[in-house]
């Protein structure tokens, strides 16, 4: 059974930073793309972020520059490290996996395979 567990949500200051685990208990880690959405209160689920088996990483417009996004392919663990957070970017941050190599974010968005259960950060103003 696939499973994707988020961790390292939280409350942290404007300006502060967090960073976001994702881990792979199945087999679809390697070969594939993983990657992050988030979803505000009252607004659509939003890409935030990609990384594939090949090292590529995509970015949505609002995080370039201040996220990170890495994998550990020992640990089947996707990190995003989010710095100079700002209120908007609270939300629930899904884990997300599509099965192959997307060339865009938008790609990735369009057909996710697996979701985790997610997890919420709260950046105070």
């Known amino acids: 059974e696939v499973r994707l567990v988020e961790s390292g949500g939280g409350l942290v200051q404007a300006g502060g930073s967090l960073r976001l685990s994702c881990t792979d208990s199945g087999f679809i880690f390697d070969g594939n793309a993983i990657g992050w959405f988030r979803q505000a209160p009252g607004k659509e689920r939003e890409a935030v972020s990609c990384i594939l088996s090949d090292g590529r990483r995509y970015y949505g417009d609002s995080v370039k520059g201040r996220f990170t996004i890495s994998r550990d392919n020992a640990k089947k663990t996707v990190y995003l490290q989010m710095n100079v957070l700002k209120p908007e970017d609270t939300a629930v941050y899904f884990c997300?996996?599509?099965?192959?190599?997307?060339?865009?974010?938008?790609?990735?968005?369009?057909?996710?395979?697996?979701w985790g259960k997610g997890t919420l950060v709260t950046v105070s103003s």
């Open positions: 997300a996996a599509f099965i192959g190599l997307p060339d865009t974010l938008e790609g990735f968005s369009r057909a996710i395979d697996y």
